[in-house]
């Protein structure tokens, strides 16, 4: 599985990171303009982003200026004859109505913060991904 996390908190990121990693290549961005070419490229290198983890509420950004422009990309993926990425939102519960809205739209699921190795890895089998689930510390 080739992976992108587009996370503004730290400790988020980096369980994300140890469960995405262990189930395939995984990517950082830590802004909407990185992540968008991060994705582009690894389409155009014929080796496409199947699963972005995205913080919908980020300084500077909001998640879903990069969800619409993911969502615009992967119009020509399917095109081209690849399959269109899971979107998994991060969020705060704060925001769940704002989530609800995308969620039904433009994303596959969403997981609530404080994000956990287990819960993680639970979304991803539902999305029907499969992974190893070593434990993560």
Not at 108 to 131: C, H, N, S, W
């Amino acid at each position: 599985m080739r992976s992108l996390i587009v996370e503004y908190d730290p400790a988020c990121c980096r369980i994300m990171f140890e469960v995405l990693r262990q189930n395939g290549e995984c990517c950082f961005a830590e802004n909407r303009d990185e992540g968008i070419e991060i994705f582009r490229q690894a389409w155009m290198n014929g080796r496409p982003i199947e699963l972005v983890c995205l913080d919908i509420m980020m300084p500077n950004m909001e998640g879903t200026e990069l969800l619409h422009l993911i969502h615009a990309s992967s119009l020509g993926m399917l095109n081209e004859g690849f399959k269109q990425p899971k979107i998994l939102l991060t969020t705060l519960m704060t925001e769940t109505d704002t989530v609800a809205e995308y969620y039904h739209k433009l994303c596959d699921t969403y997981l609530v913060k404080p994000i956990t190795a287990e819960r993680l890895q639970e979304k991803l089998g539902m999305m029907g991904f499969v992974i190893n689930s070593e434990t993560i510390s």
